[in-house]
């Protein structure tokens, strides 16, 4: 079976700092693009960062630029997303994706809650 455990979630107050962790079985890690996605309450679930197979190319929506860091290590089948200078806007379920555009899979983990105190 496929698995992508999320962890790291919790509370933190504005302008702190959080770090999710995504560890990813069942499948053959660096073969995959893996993403970070987050839905707000009410909200849909939209894209935040996103970083390729071989570590060389990663993207970050204009919301979190500058503010979170993507990073995987494919020899633990672990992926991270660092958050720093957090904003009550980023109050989200974060959700962690691996996809493997040559076969068009794609999985989802269960979701992590941040929420960030004003």
């Known amino acids: 079976d496929v698995q992508l455990q999320a962890s790291g979630g919790g509370l933190a107050q504005f302008g702190g700092s959080l770090r999710l962790s995504c560890v990813v079985s069942?499948?053959?890690?660096?073969?995959?693009?893996v993403a970070w996605f987050r839905q707000a309450p009410g909200k849909g679930r939209e894209g935040v960062s996103c970083i390729s197979f071989t570590e060389n190319e990663t993207s970050y929506a204009d919301t979190v630029k500058g503010r979170f860091t993507i990073s995987r290590d494919n020899a633990k089948n672990t992926m991270y997303l660092q958050m720093n200078s957090l904003k009550p806007e980023d109050t989200a379920v974060y959700y962690c994706n691996a996809v493997r555009f040559a076969t068009q899979t794609h999985y989802w983990g269960q979701g992590t809650l941040v929420t960030v105190s004003s």
């Open positions: 069942g499948v053959t890690f660096d073969d995959y693009t």
